[in-house]
């Protein structure tokens, strides 16, 4: 079965046949060309995987080394351990800076209505149930 997925023009991938799916948020996919790309609709990120299931099962799970993000539009290969260091690196020099969340007020009403809607519904039933019983 061959299929089209809206984002993935971004890899220049059009034809591929969908090998896994999980949670309907991690796919696996085949090229023609045999190539598995694991893409992720959650992180909306591709990676490479191999040149065939057997490669790819042995980068999934053994050999992570082998395994490259692909850069959106440039095609870049990025090694996913270059990546998570990088991203550890970033968060360790970034960890002492800090992050003001402003809430107002105006942020707060749909909540306020909310929650006040369901207690309405919630009071009503009690009063049914107390009719119910006399």
Known sequence: MMMRLR???LYYITNFCPVLSCDDSIF???DPDGVIYIWSRIDDMMIRGGCDMKE???NFLFHTENLYYIEDYTLELIPV????????KWCEENKNTTTKFVVTDE??????????GSNKG??????????NKH
């Open 28 to 30: 696996w996919l085949k």
């Open 122 to 131: 919630v009071k009503q039933k009690k009063r049914q149930r107390r009719k």
């Open 7 to 9: 984002d993935l023009p």
């Open 81 to 88: 351990k270059n990546a998570k260091e990088a991203a550890k």
């Open 56 to 58: 790819v099962l042995l």
């Open 107 to 116: 942020l707060l009403k749909p909540l306020e209505e909310k929650k006040e």
